[in-house]
T-cell receptor
Framework: EPEVTQTPSHQVTQMGQEVILRCVPI?????FYWYRQILGQKVEFLVS????????KSEIFDDQFSVERPDGSNFTLKIRSTKLEDSAMYFC???????????FGQGTRLTVV | AQSVTQLGSHVSVSEGALVLLRCNYS??????LFWYVQYPNQGLQLLLK??????LVKGINGFEAEFKKSETSFHLTKPSAHMSDAAEYFC???????????FGKGTTLSVSS
């Protein structure tokens, strides 16, 4: 069964460092998303990406964040200068054309120290 | 703006008992509604979805949910709980394919023997 794959599963970084979280969406999907879940809180939308550009973003997704689809398979989230409050589980998701539901990866747990 | 309210952050049932997890939504347009389940240290798995077809939706693992427009509700039920149902359950809403999911805060389901 096709699935969304995220790497790494856990990343520890020092405050102020840049991190790149990687995702391989389901191959025939057209919409790509990043969500985050701070420990004990709800899942929050960050950004959606369609046709090689951001289609929607939340107020959380400020200039510190960027997304990229560098090739035909990967979808990345870059956090430029990490802060302690960026510590969270980051989920990548994808959906197909006309599909309403998103399929989620296993997540990357980011710990900023 | 869309929003989701999940009543009860924690629900405890005995094995074999009815499971009822409550979800109310707010949306200015006909919504798409979803229930996702998250097992410990795992990603989000789609349980079921409502996309304006039948109001009673059946999902995986014996779960079902009923869309009630008059009550703006989409409660999740299962006739008989199993120990393996213990997990975090999230209700989510979107307004069309390819757009952001807005999640509720989640309900932790505990099942005792």
């Amino acid at each position: 069964e096709p699935e969304v794959t995220q790497t790494p599963s856990h990343q520890v970084t020092q405050m102020g460092q840049e991190v790149i979280l990687r995702c391989v969406p389901i191959s025939n999907h057209l919409y790509f998303y990043w969500y985050r879940q701070i420990l004990g809180q709800k899942v929050e939308f960050l950004v959606s990406f369609y046709n090689n550009e951001i289609s929607e973003k939340s107020e959380i997704f400020d200039d510190q964040f960027s997304v990229e689809r560098p090739d035909g398979s990967n979808f990345t989230l870059k956090i430029r200068s990490t802060k302690l409050e960026d510590s969270a589980m980051y989920f990548c998701a994808s959906s197909g054309n006309g599909n309403t539901e998103a399929f989620f990866g296993q997540g990357t747990r980011l710990t900023v120290v | 703006a869309q929003s989701v309210t999940q009543l009860g952050s924690h629900v405890s049932v005995s094995e074999g008992a009815l499971v009822l997890l409550r979800c109310n939504y707010s949306s200015s347009v006909p919504p798409y509604l979803f229930w996702y389940v998250q097992y410990p240290n795992q990603g989000l798995q789609l349980l079921l979805k409502y996309t304006s077809a039948a109001t009673l939706v059946k999902g995986i693992n014996g779960f079902e949910a009923e869309f009630k427009k008059s009550e703006t509700s989409f409660h999740l039920t299962k006739p008989s709980a199993h120990m393996s149902d213990a997990a975090e359950y999230f209700c989510a809403v979107s307004n069309q394919a390819g757009t952001a999911l807005i999640f509720g805060k989640g309900t932790t389901l505990s099942v005792s023997s």
